[in-house]
């Protein structure tokens, strides 16, 4: 079965630090680009960074610029999001996607796969 697993939300407090994980299955994720999307409540999904198949290139918006870091493990199928610093404003479900090919896709619409989503509150 094809899919990709998120893991690892739960609540954090603000200046905080957590990891989500995005597990693939029936596809080799070494093949694809990793994108990672949010939604918080009452907005419109955002995305908000991207890694190439091969990590060699990664792309944040300005939001999260300097706070979240992208890395994948290829051998073991599996993408990370890294937030430190976190910041109410992070709370949010968040979304993992991939996208066949080397580079981060500019259309959500390339993005093949997608997670079902894992919440990530910050409160105190």
């Known amino acids: 079965q094809v899919q990709l697993v998120e893991s690892g939300g739960g609540l954090v407090q603000p200046g905080g630090s957590l990891r989500v994980s995005c597990e693939a299955s029936g596809f080799t994720l070494a093949d694809y680009a990793i994108g990672w999307f949010r939604q918080a409540p009452g907005k419109e999904r955002e995305g908000i960074a991207c890694?190439?198949?091969?990590?060699?290139?990664?792309h944040y918006v300005d939001s999260v610029k300097g706070r979240f870091f992208l890395s994948r493990d290829n051998a073991v199928n599996t993408a990370y999001l890294q937030k430190n610093t976190v910041k109410p404003e992070d709370t949010a479900v968040y979304y993992c996607a991939a996208a066949h090919g080397t580079f981060c896709p500019t259309k959500w619409e390339l993005y093949t796969y997608w997670g079902q989503g894992t919440q990530v509150t910050v409160s105190s």
């Open positions: 890694l190439t198949s091969n990590a060699g290139s990664s």
